[in-house]
Structures are given as structure tokens and as C-alpha cells.
Nanobody, 125 residues
């Protein structure tokens, strides 16, 4: 099983980016998925989660109203649309997936089995 992120870049504050995460090797369409991020010198932080069919989402307070998580199960792809980026959004962003079917979602990294290698987002002021 593999998750591969893309879309990270170095940008100015205020612009938008869309991150993608493509899964292969497992039926990720049955699993909740999420985005986490890790800024330099900080612990990994939950960003957003989505249920298996996209019907439920959750966000960390700091990105509500700016970020949108979505998924295209036909394409085995998870997205994170990031608008109005701020310097504090600078981090390596990782997508993650459960390994068993579950109809809810979770903001705990311990619930996620599969992780991508990450894509770097740098936001300058």
C-alpha cells in the first residue's frame, strides 16, 4: 500500500494551493483519510479528516474556513484545497489513511496506519 502526495510549493501569503494524495495497493475508498502537518521544530498536527464517502469532515480550528478536504474515490485521490495561506501554515503536509473500513472519522494520528512521505508547503509573508 502506498500514499503519494504532491502539490506543495513555496508561495506568498494569501495565495491558494491544492495538495493531492494518490493511494494505491489497498481499497482506500473504504477508509477514513486525513491530512496532518509538521512544522520545523514542532510536533505533527492534525489538519483535516474526511469519512470514507466524503459525507463528514473535520478541521483543526486554525484552518476552518480556509482549507477544504475532499476525495475522489473513483480516482483513489484525496485533496486539500488551501486558501488564504499564512506563514504559520508552513509545514510538511502528510496524508494518512486508516487500514480498516470505518464510517466515522478521527483526528488522532494513532488511528491512521498508512502515511505518505509528505509534500512541503512554505508560505512567506
Amino acid at each position: 500500500a502506498q500514499l503519494v502526495e504532491s502539490g506543495g510549493a513555496s508561495v506568498q501569503a494569501g495565495v491558494s494551493l491544492r495538495l493531492s494524495c494518490v493511494g494505491s495497493g489497498l481499497p482506500f475508498t473504504n477508509f477514513p483519510m486525513a491530512w496532518f502537518r509538521q512544522a520545523p521544530g514542532k510536533d505533527r498536527e492534525f489538519v483535516a479528516a474526511i469519512s470514507w464517502n466524503g459525507g463528514r469532515t473535520a478541521y483543526v480550528e486554525s484552518v476552518k474556513g480556509r482549507f477544504t478536504i475532499s476525495r475522489d474515490n473513483a480516482q483513489n485521490t484525496l485533496y486539500l484545497q488551501m486558501n488564504s495561506l499564512k506563514p504559520e501554515d508552513t509545514a510538511v503536509y502528510h496524508c494518512a489513511s486508516w487500514s480498516t473500513p470505518y464510517y466515522g472519522l478521527s483526528n488522532s494520528s494513532q488511528d491512521y496506519t498508512y502515511w505518505g512521505q509528505g509534500t512541503r508547503v512554505t508560505v512567506s509573508s
